[in-house]
Nanobody, 128 residues
Framework: QVQLVESGGGSVQSGGSLRLSCIASGNSYSSYCMGWFRQGPGKEREGVAATDRAGSTNYADSVKGRFTISRDNAKNTVYLEMNNLQPGDTAMYYC??????????????????????WGQGTQVTVSS
């Protein structure tokens, strides 16, 4: 059974940092497109960052230079290092794993929403 479990969310002040982790089980994910999405109150789910099987990365413009995605295939884990967090980053963050290649979605390449496995989400709250 495929399962993704996120952790690392929390509440921080503006300018703070958090590191999200997503541990995948039930399969080998080294060939998967792995990514992070977020959904704020009253907003649509948006892609934040993704990494493909070759290790290439993609970021939303709003997080470039502040967030870093990485993966450890030996541990079936993908990370999202978030620095200089701002109130606009407040959202539920979801990990996604797509067995296929990353696909174009709203300005970048991410796991496909319709065919990915999803975690339950971890809340990030940034106060000013």
């Amino acid at each position: 059974q495929v399962q993704l479990v996120e952790s690392g969310g929390g509440s921080v002040q503006s300018g703070g940092s958090l590191r999200l982790s997503c541990i995948a089980s039930g399969n080998s994910y080294s060939s998967y497109c792995m990514g992070w999405f977020r959904q704020g109150p009253g907003k649509e789910r948006e892609g934040v960052a993704a990494t493909d099987r070759a290790g290439s990365t993609n970021y939303a413009d709003s997080v470039k230079g502040r967030f870093t995605i990485s993966r450890d295939n030996a541990k079936n884990t993908v990370y999202l290092e978030m620095n200089n967090l701002q109130p606009g980053d407040t959202a539920m963050y979801y990990c996604a794993a797509d067995p296929a290649s990353c696909a174009y979605y709203r300005g970048g390449y991410y796991p496909r929403l319709s065919s990915s496995y999803w975690g339950q989400g971890t809340q990030v709250t940034v106060s000013s």
